[in-house]
Every structure is written in structure tokens, then in C-alpha cells.
């Protein structure tokens, strides 16, 4: 790897954004070519619920559950309006906010995301937000779904006086409550008195509190434009110190005040910068992640576009995640905001494989340890035993820069009687930049399509000049190599490295024919020996 140009880094993202926008399957919904009345259709029918039977005495515990369950659900999905053709553009320029979900009925993560989305409508709903919930089959009404600039699925738009805005906040329910509220005017929610507290306290377990003597002034300023600009995370306020105390029961706070509160073993973190939007959002940014954040295909985009560029993955079987997590929770809690530290599954291939591959080991069984740099683009791997001192000191080596940059690398080939040189990672020192002949380097992958064509005037060209002792051929798998000196971005390329100037090798045309590169090379052998005898 060169630097690594890691093509990871601009690889992975795209894989994990297709991930989060494929598709899924979602139950029947009934056509109705003429919904009429919003209002009427997005009503609960509070006689039909009214008037449901209970379950009978004799039925299980189970079963019970299991239709308590459904029946919230279907509630919920009732709060949801059904789009067509003719009530799509209708619903947008009838209503100030009309969140939208384009789905797919053969659509896996619309099928997941579909009853997330039904129960934040229902919570919206009781919370009395002025925010329409709708969704359409982006499939079946193609022609309205383009025209709301849903273009895969699942997708979710917000649009605000029938213009459509992207969504950019997670994909829970309550992460979808929190964005559609911040979003539409309300970032910030207000705490009068403890019972309200401890009401909100019995839905929620992850938000951000503030504590003033006036809601009013340049912090208080500051902290209401950081909640706007966040996507995530709840902002509350308060002035009652009671209040606080319940929300925040560790220390005594002080106004003006701001903390967060997760549900992880750090539990409470308080803030203690400069009230200064830029400030709050950088403290929410290191801290809002859980000390280990367990990887998901609905969390990883948010996972990999975090500001914390220092990243340490461990990947494993679920059973032995488990037995790492809480040493991994300790181990985090001494390098808290330096690095941020992510668990993913080794069976979840969508997940662990784009990782694994940069280190050659996505058929690995095995856990493994790694990092990545993405400030320097570097990333590393942890060769020891995986054990808590030896992932601490891993991590150390990390914050301090001792650690060496990992480098993918082949086994040593034999290249006993080869007319052509096969260079591993491990070899491209000895082999090309220490050998004291000019070397010819054909630099390869095996999924490039123009490579074989180059790799058989490399062959032409090594019987060609057979015979020079200060000519040799070689070739190397980008694909399985890498070496921090190899710095190329298009396969195949070509690289005549001189004899006496390793450093500057000379990119020679793959589009050239058999004849123009064989007089190409051997006019750079001639100038090679001329300036030879002139330095003589």
C-alpha cells in the first residue's frame, strides 16, 4: 500500500450507503386510487380499537404479548397516510411538513425500516406535531416518487412546503422522532417541573440537557443553534435545578450547564468547554457513541462518517463479542475521545468483509484486531494475541505514533528459474528497490480487464531481452501487496525502475505496442550506460 491510498477508504463508504438504500419486502398495501380527505384518512378509527375483543383467559402468556404487539403496531401504521399518483402531490402542497418514506414491497431494509417508521409516527403524533407521515411504493407509483427525488428505498425525505429536503438523522424510531422534531422547529425540548422529568425519563434514555437561569443570552444562544444543527441527539432545557437534578443526577450543576447522558456504563459525561455551538457539537461527536459501538447495517454509514478518524474495530463471533465487550468498555474509558472503538460480528459479511479484505483476511474465522488512521490514511493490525493488555498497548501504540502501518503481502513466491519475477509485499524491498539492476515492473489486479493484454508483451519482452544481466522483469498483485513506496492508481501500470535512481521509477504506456516499448526500454538502457561512462 502506498500511503495507502486506501481504496477502502473511498470504496467502503458507497458500499455502506448502497447497504442503507437496498431493498425490502413490505406487506400488501390496498390500492385506492381516490383517498380523499387527508385529515379523514390518517385518523386512528377510535371505534375500532374501542371495540376490539380481548384476548380470551385461556390464551398464552405468549400469544398475548405477541398481539399486544401487533396491535401497537397496526395503530401506529394506521397513523401512516398512503401515497398514490393522484394524493402524493397533494398531501406535499397541502401540508407545511410531510415526512416521507419511498419504499419497495421486494425491499429487505424497507421492510425493516417500515415499523420504526409507523412508530414514530405514532409518537409524533402524540407529542401533537404539525408533521405528516407518508409513505409510497416508489415501485408501483414510479412517475410521483421521482418527482419527491426518491430515486432508491428505502428512502426518506422530508418536505417543507413541497420542496423535498434529504434525510440525514438515523434510522430508529426514536432517532427519526428526534430529527423530524429538530427539523421542524422544535430542537429543543422544555423541562418544567420533575414530573415532566421523570415522564420523559420513562421513554427515553439518550439525550442532551441543558440548565440556565434564563432561556435567553449569548450561551443560551449558542446552545439552542447547536441543537438545531445536530441531527441526533434530544436537547432539553431547564432553569430548576430540581429539575436537572432529575434528569442529571450526578454533582451538582452549575448554571450554565450542558451534559449528556447515554445508556452505557459512562452514563453521564458533563461538558466543560466553551459555550460555543461549534464546541457543543464537537463534545456530542466524540461522546454520543457508546464506549463500544456494537456495528449494524443501519448504524455503520453513521459509524464510518464520524469525525473520530482514529477507529479501532474488533471482529469476532457474537458469543466471543460478548466476552470482549466489557474489557474493551474499560480499555475505552482510558483512551475516551482518542479513538473510537467498534465491535462488528465476523459472520455479518456486508459488514466485516470491506473491512477484512484491506488486510487480506476476509475468509478469516478467527477474531481480529485492527485499526484504521484515516487522518494519515494508514491502518494497522494487531499481531499479537488478542488479549485486554495487548489490545491496550496496541491502542497506546496507536495515540503515540510507534506503531508501523499495516501492508498487505502475499507469501514469499519461488522464483527459482523465472524468467519474469513475482515481487510480494514482503520482497518489493529486495527484489526491486535493492536490486542493483534496472528492473521492469508490471503492477497488476486480477479483476482488471486490459492486464492480460500488458502481461503478455511483459512476456514478450522478458525473451526479448533475455540475456542482460542488468535488465530484470517483474510483476506484482496490487490486489494482495502493497509496499508504502508502490504508488499507483490505474492497472495495469508499468514502472522501469533505474539502476541508479530507485526513487523515480519511469511510468512506461501500457497503450503502447510490443515494438514502440521495446525501443522505448532499450533507449533508456543506452542513456542509463551513457551517463554511466560519463561519470566515469
Known amino acids: 500500500m502506498y500511503n495507502p491510498k486506501f481504496s477502502s477508504r473511498t470504496l467502503l463508504l458507497p458500499a455502506i450507503l448502497l447497504l442503507l438504500t437496498s431493498a425490502a419486502v413490505f406487506s400488501e398495501i390496498e390500492d385506492a386510487d381516490d383517498l380523499g380527505d387527508i385529515d379523514e384518512l390518517i385518523a386512528i378509527d377510535d371505534e375500532q380499537e374501542n371495540g376490539e375483543n380481548?384476548?380470551?383467559?385461556?390464551?398464552?402468556?405468549?400469544?398475548?404479548?405477541?398481539?399486544?404487539?401487533?396491535?401497537?403496531?397496526?395503530?401506529?401504521?394506521?397513523?401512516?397516510?398512503?401515497?398514490?399518483?393522484?394524493?402524493?402531490?397533494?398531501?406535499?402542497?397541502?401540508?407545511?411538513?410531510?415526512?416521507?418514506?419511498?419504499?419497495?414491497?421486494?425491499?429487505?431494509?424497507?421492510?425493516?425500516?417500515?415499523?420504526?417508521?409507523?412508530?414514530?409516527?405514532?409518537?409524533?403524533?402524540?407529542?401533537?406535531?404539525?408533521?405528516?407521515?407518508?409513505?409510497?411504493?416508489?415501485?408501483?407509483?414510479?412517475?410521483?416518487?421521482?418527482?419527491?427525488?426518491?430515486?432508491?428505498?428505502?428512502?426518506?425525505?422530508?418536505?417543507?412546503?413541497?420542496?423535498?429536503?434529504?434525510?440525514?438523522?438515523?434510522?430508529?424510531?426514536e432517532e427519526i422522532v428526534v430529527w423530524t422534531r429538530k427539523k421542524t422547529g422544535a430542537p429543543v425540548v422544555g423541562m418544567s417541573s420533575v414530573a415532566d422529568a421523570n415522564e420523559y425519563l420513562?421513554?427515553?434514555?439518550?439525550?442532551?440537557?441543558?440548565?440556565?437561569?434564563?432561556?435567553?443570552?449569548?450561551?443560551?444562544?449558542?446552545?439552542?443553534?447547536?441543537?438545531?444543527?445536530?441531527?441526533?441527539?434530544?436537547?432539553?432545557?431547564?432553569?430548576?435545578?430540581?429539575?436537572?437534578?432529575?434528569?442529571?443526577?450526578?454533582?451538582?450543576?452549575?448554571?450554565?450547564?450542558?451534559?449528556?447522558?447515554?445508556?452505557?456504563?459512562?452514563?453521564?459525561?458533563?461538558?466543560?468547554?466553551?459555550?460555543?455551538?461549534?464546541?457543543?457539537?464537537?463534545?456530542?461527536?466524540?461522546?454520543?457513541?457508546?464506549?463500544?459501538?456494537?456495528?449494524?447495517?443501519?448504524?455503520?454509514?453513521?459509524?464510518?462518517?464520524?469525525?473520530?478518524?482514529?477507529?479501532?474495530?474488533?471482529?469476532?463471533?457474537?458469543?466471543?463479542?460478548?466476552?470482549?465487550?466489557?474489557?474493551?468498555?474499560?480499555?475505552?474509558?482510558?483512551?475516551?475521545?482518542?479513538?473510537?472503538?467498534?465491535?462488528?460480528?465476523?459472520?455479518?459479511?456486508?459488514?466485516?468483509?470491506?473491512?477484512?479484505?484491506?488486510?487480506?483476511?476476509?475468509?478469516?474465522?478467527?477474531?481480529?484486531?485492527?485499526?484504521?488512521?484515516?487522518?494519515?490514511?494508514?491502518?494497522?493490525?494487531?499481531?499479537?494475541d488478542i488479549t485486554s493488555r495487548n489490545i491496550e498497548e496496541f491502542c497506546t501504540g496507536l495515540v503515540q505514533g510507534t506503531l508501523k502501518p499495516y501492508f498487505k503481502s502475499q507469501t514469499i513466491p519461488d522464483n527459482k528459474n523465472a524468467s519474469i519475477l513475482t515481487v510480494a509485499g514482503k520482497t518489493f524491498d529486495e527484489l526491486v528497490l535493492n536490486n542493483l539492476a534496472n528492473i521492469v515492473l508490471e503492477v497488476h489486479t486480477p479483476w482488471c480487464i486490459t492486464c492480460e493484454t500488458t502481461s503478455k508483451h511483459v512476456q514478450k519482452l522478458a525473451k526479448h531481452f533475455k540475456g542482460l544481466d542488468n535488465l530484470v522483469f517483474a510483476r506484482i498483485d496490487a490486489s494482495t501487496n502493497e509496499h508504502p513506496k508502490l504508488q499507483v492508481e490505474d492497472y495495469p501500470t508499468l514502472l522501469f525502475y533505474p539502476a541508479n535512481d530507485k526513487s523515480n521509477p519511469i511510468t512506461l504506456s501500457t497503450k503502447s505496442n510490443l515494438k514502440d516499448l521495446a525501443a522505448l526500454i532499450n533507449k533508456i538502457l543506452i542513456t542509463q550506460d551513457d551517463a554511466t561512462k560519463d561519470e566515469l
Open 54 to 173: 380481548s384476548e380470551p383467559a385461556t390464551a398464552n402468556f405468549e400469544s398475548k404479548e405477541s398481539g399486544k404487539k401487533s396491535e401497537v403496531l397496526s395503530r401506529a401504521q394506521r397513523v401512516v397516510l398512503e401515497l398514490n399518483t393522484d394524493s402524493a402531490k397533494r398531501a406535499i402542497e397541502e401540508n407545511e411538513y410531510v415526512l416521507v418514506l419511498g419504499y419497495a414491497p421486494w425491499c429487505v431494509r424497507s421492510a425493516e425500516l417500515m415499523p420504526r417508521f409507523a412508530e414514530a409516527a405514532n409518537v409524533l403524533k402524540g407529542l401533537g406535531s404539525r408533521v405528516l407521515l407518508a409513505k409510497i411504493d416508489g415501485d408501483r407509483y414510479s412517475k410521483a416518487a421521482s418527482s419527491i427525488e426518491i430515486k432508491g428505498f428505502p428512502t426518506l425525505l422530508l418536505c417543507v412546503n413541497g420542496t423535498s429536503r434529504p434525510y440525514t438523522g438515523g434510522f430508529s424510531s
Open 202 to 384: 420513562k421513554q427515553h434514555s439518550t439525550y442532551a440537557v441543558g440548565l440556565f437561569d434564563k432561556f435567553e443570552g449569548p450561551d443560551y444562544g449558542e446552545f439552542v443553534k447547536a441543537a438545531a444543527a445536530d441531527n441526533e441527539v434530544q436537547f432539553l432545557e431547564t432553569s430548576g435545578a430540581e429539575v436537572a437534578k432529575v434528569l442529571y443526577p450526578v454533582g451538582t450543576p452549575t448554571k450554565p450547564f450542558f451534559g449528556l447522558v447515554k445508556s452505557e456504563p459512562e452514563h453521564y459525561t458533563s461538558f466543560d468547554g466553551h459555550f460555543s455551538s461549534d464546541e457543543i457539537l464537537h463534545f456530542l461527536e466524540n461522546n454520543k457513541f457508546p464506549l463500544v459501538t456494537i456495528m449494524t447495517e443501519l448504524n455503520s454509514a453513521k459509524v464510518y462518517s464520524s469525525t473520530n478518524k482514529l477507529q479501532v474495530y474488533v471482529f469476532a463471533e457474537d458469543d466471543d463479542l460478548q466476552k470482549f465487550l466489557k474489557p474493551l468498555q474499560e480499555i475505552a474509558k482510558k483512551f475516551n475521545s482518542q479513538m473510537m472503538f467498534v465491535a462488528v460480528d465476523i459472520r455479518e459479511e456486508n459488514l466485516a468483509k470491506p473491512f477484512l479484505s484491506l488486510f487480506g483476511l476476509e475468509d478469516s474465522e478467527d477474531s481480529v484486531v485492527v485499526s484504521f488512521d484515516y487522518n494519515s490514511n494508514s491502518k494497522y493490525l494487531l499481531e499479537s
